[in-house]
């Protein structure tokens, strides 16, 4: 078993790797089967599949937030679908400039917290900028994974993680691709 130090980092967006913009059909059944009232504010949350937690886990890479959520994927999101409290990357202040032409503003600050060390970027937000700037910036491996944003994570998203991180010899638990009971009956029209 590897350090947490050693272990690849997994950079986790929230709006659309895993609260889904699929198509509302569906979503008032869910909400009127929801056990709390409007989950405090945001009808968004009942998108979340509370299994998603434990295949993250099942990666076996240290997980870190990187989403506008902040601190609050911690608090509302993270209890929803089983993760401990996470590090969350901080984000540089929107005035001190410096980002290129369409380069996401998460890019340059994970290549600074991974440091060299192996990590996946989990987004919905994704360009071929983002790749060129972590292919001339990262001297570690890196995989940048785009899930499509209607949809969420889903068992191809999870085959392609594990895929990546047993081919940097980096093992797996295998529940991470094993289709969870929620993905074959989302809500909101995911396959």
Not at 15 to 37: M, Q, R, Y
Not at 110 to 119: C, K, L, N, S
Not at 122 to 148: F, N, T
Request: charged share 20%; hydrophobic share 40%.
């Amino acid at each position: 078993m590897t350090s947490s130090s050693e272990r690849p980092l997994l950079f986790l967006d929230v709006d659309g790797p895993l609260i889904p913009f699929g198509s509302s059909a569906g979503h008032s059944e869910v909400a009127a089967a929801s056990s709390t009232t409007v989950d405090q504010g945001n009808p968004l949350l009942v998108r979340l599949d509370p299994g998603i937690g434990a295949r993250l886990i099942a990666l076996r890479c240290q997980l870190v937030w990187a989403t506008t959520w902040m601190e609050e994927a911690n608090e509302v999101v993270a209890p929803r679908i089983g993760l401990p409290r996470l590090p969350v990357l901080e984000w540089p202040d929107a005035d001190a400039g410096g980002t290129p032409r369409g380069l996401h503003w998460k890019t340059r600050p994970m290549v600074e917290w991974a440091a060299g060390r192996p990590f996946i970027w989990v987004d919905d937000e994704i360009s071929a900028m983002d790749r060129l700037w972590v292919d001339a910036s990262h001297p570690g491996p890196s995989l940048l994974h785009q899930v499509e944003p209607t949809k969420g994570l889903n068992g191809a998203d999870f085959s392609a993680l594990a895929g990546w991180l047993d081919a940097q010899g980096h093992p797996t638990s295998g529940a991470a691709c094993a289709q969870s009971r929620t993905e074959n009956h989302r809500p909101y029209g995911g396959p």
